[in-house]
């Protein structure tokens, strides 16, 4: 049969409700591909290829129940080191008349796709996407003119715009934010019984995935041995109520808490689901209202995982598009260090980046402030290489997509865009991870101590780091007592802290 248009469904747009099944006509063939480059432009970690080849292998199976023609590649079948590479084949046997995709959300993809349509000489339309409450058109013109783009302003138009946590005209709870309230730690007693997530054993097609990409993917960092994430809508629905009905009552109370050996705690396991759009923001949002509304949770949960979803989410996306050159090219700080090898190894004697990279290889999951206060925040105090550290976060953890890790890890984390994103660099001693963890209980080191042996890397670093960018953020209004903390810092004790944090530099994989 004559091919029409060919409607491109990439691993990370799994939605059913998606505009590329709008006006299909007889001869329109879907094409999905499994690319094995889409797992080694960065090493990718093996839960996460498993997840993406999972999930798109059960969305074929749902598209085979329906009468629509699919054209499926298997990673089995080929070995196709770009996307690109397997479009052109496929343009040259099927020769459409055109392509349809909706908007990748990575450039790179972008780009690879736009090539091989342009080199076979065949046009692509690009859709926008409609899961997403806003657009790249609509986030430009909102940052337009703007001095400074904050999150929490963009999220107070989304909440006015689409009604959501409000009451009449004013906001629900009476405030537009409660994180304040959201920053509890568990103390020393720990965060006691919890109820372990909803789990959801590989199937067939599941298992197939696992066992393909343990084949094909050997040398790939991570591990499928716990591999037991949502793969359909329906498996994410469940996830989703199981997060409302047990965890999210102390969600907000602890969201930034966390705990040795505990990978879960009271988070919702849900952005892998969300970021192959097996489930919509907008049914997510309104469950967690409803919760509150029928009095279930308070509002500070409510509210602090709303922000994470309509805030958070959708900012990042707008700024990915509206300023990739500044995130993907950006190194503010002049940070040039090597990302450290444990962070493929995790043997470091650094017990809050153990655990954390640990759970990380082991899971292909991290919650946020493990990533941004943990692992995020020691790469920043050494000074790794900003695009290193990207490469990292992009190909570890299961949930990651470019438009969603790139701002965050460049922006947030690093302060690679020189303050685009986020009002401060996010540094910290050691002594914040003591508060919120008990990491610190088991490790050699001390995190109220900045100088000899037995000094917190972190605690060395952040001081470093302080006497390094002391001319940028001397008089930065949100840096500026850090900075004036350091003249009370005898000269001597000055440079010794220096000479401390030049050897961790070069002995850094040996700590």
């Known amino acids: 049969m004559q091919t029409e248009t060919l409607r491109i469904i ?19 063939c879907f094409w999905m591909a499994e690319v094995l480059g889409e797992s080694q432009h960065v090493p990718s970690h093996k839960a996460r290829s498993a997840y993406f080849l999972s999930a798109m292998r059960h969305f074929a199976q749902q598209l085979r129940s329906e009468p629509f023609r699919l054209e499926y590649y298997h990673l089995n079948e080929h070995s196709w080191p770009s996307l690109k590479a397997a479009l052109a084949a496929t343009l040259q ?46 986030f430009a013109c909102w940052a337009k003119n703007r001095k400074s783009l904050r999150m929490e302003y963009f999220y107070r138009e989304m909440r006015r715009d689409y009604g959501i946590l409000m009451d009449g005209d004013g906001p629900a709870g009476g405030s537009w934010n409660f994180d304040s309230e959201n920053r509890g730690s568990f103390g020393r007693e720990g965060p006691g019984m919890l109820a372990s997530p909803v789990s959801f054993p590989a199937d067939a097609i599941t298992q197939s995935a696992i066992d393909d990409v343990n084949g094909y993917l050997a040398d790939n960092p991570g591990q499928t041995t716990h591999f037991d994430w949502p793969v359909t809508s329906e498996e994410a629905r469940r996830a989703l109520q199981d997060f409302i009905d047990n965890r999210l009552i102390a969600f907000g109370d602890y969201q930034d808490a966390m705990w040795a050996a505990e990978p879960w705690l009271y988070h919702s396991r849900l952005s892998a689901a969300l970021n ?16 509150w509304r029928n009095g279930t949770i308070a509002i500070n949960a409510a509210e602090g995982f709303i922000r994470q979803v309509l805030g958070w989410r959708e900012f990042v996306r707008g700024l990915y598009f509206t300023y990739f050159d500044r995130f993907s090219q950006g190194n503010a700080l002049n940070a040039n260090e090597p990302l450290p090898g444990f962070y493929w190894t995790r043997e470091t004697h650094m017990q809050c980046l153990a655990q954390s990279i640990t759970q990380t290889l082991e899971l292909g999951y991290a919650h946020h402030i493990q990533r941004l206060m943990v692992t995020g925040l020691f790469a920043q105090l050494l000074g790794v290489k900003p695009q290193a550290i990207h490469a990292w976060y992009l190909g570890i953890y299961v949930d990651a997509v470019e438009w969603v890790e790139m701002p965050n890890t460049l922006g947030m984390s690093q302060y690679a865009d020189g303050g685009l994103m986020a009002s401060k660099p996010y540094i910290a001693s050691g002594k914040y991870i003591q508060r919120m963890s008990n990491y610190c209980d088991q490790c050699r080191y001390k995190p109220d101590k900045r100088t000899g042996d037995d000094a917190c890397p972190f605690t060395v670093l952040y001081w470093d780091f302080l006497m390094r960018h002391e001319k940028t953020f001397s008089k930065h209004p949100r840096m500026a007592l850090q900075c004036r903390n350091l003249a009370r810092i005898k000269p001597q004790e000055k440079s010794d802290i220096r000479q401390r944090a030049a050897v961790l530099r070069e002995t850094v994989d040996s700590l």
Request: no cysteine; hydrophobic share 45%; charged share 25%.
């Open 10 to 28: 990439l691993g990370d747009q799994l939605n059913r409700d998606s505009p590329i099944f709008e006006g299909i006509a007889e001869g329109d």
């Open 93 to 138: 046997s099927l020769a459409p008349a055109r392509i349809v995709v909706v908007q990748p959300g990575d450039l790179r993809v972008h780009g690879e796709l736009e090539a091989a349509a342009r080199d076979a000489d065949i046009p692509l339309e690009i859709l926008s996407d409609s899961h997403f409450l806003s657009s790249p058109e609509h």
């Open 276 to 291: 192959l759009k097996l489930l919509n923001p907008r049914e997510v949002i309104a469950a967690v209202e409803q919760a």
